[in-house]
Nanobody, 120 residues
């Protein structure tokens, strides 16, 4: 059973920073890509950023230049450094792991989410 555990969310003032962490656990052999999505109240879940096992990154236009995704491949961890936060960044942030290979399975997994609230 693969599990993703996020941490690092919280309440911050506009202009502040937060760093999210996500750790994948289970009988994992490798993970193709890990990333972050977010869901604001009343809106659909949206892509934020992802990073491949080779280190290639991709960002949503709304976070480019402010957010930085990084990964500790050997530890099956991914991080999201969020700077210059605005109230529009408020939402539940979900960790996503794509192409997770275990002893018996290949699949994608989601974490339960961590709340980020940015006050104006």
């Amino acid at each position: 059973q693969v599990q993703l555990d996020e941490s690092g969310g919280g309440l911050v003032q506009a202009g502040g920073s937060l760093r999210l962490s996500c750790a994948a656990s289970g009988s994992i052999r490798s993970i193709n890509a890990m990333g972050w999505y977010r869901q604001a109240p009343g809106k659909q879940r949206e892509f934020v950023a992802h990073i491949t096992s080779g280190g290639s990154t991709n960002y949503a236009d709304s976070v480019k230049g402010r957010f930085t995704i990084s990964r500790e491949t050997a530890e099956n961890m991914v991080f999201l450094q969020m700077n210059s936060l605005t109230p529009e960044d408020t939402g539940v942030y979900y960790c996503h792991a794509h192409g997770v290979i275990t002893i018996a399975t290949i699949g994608d997994y989601w974490g339960h989410g961590t709340q980020v609230t940015v006050s104006s």
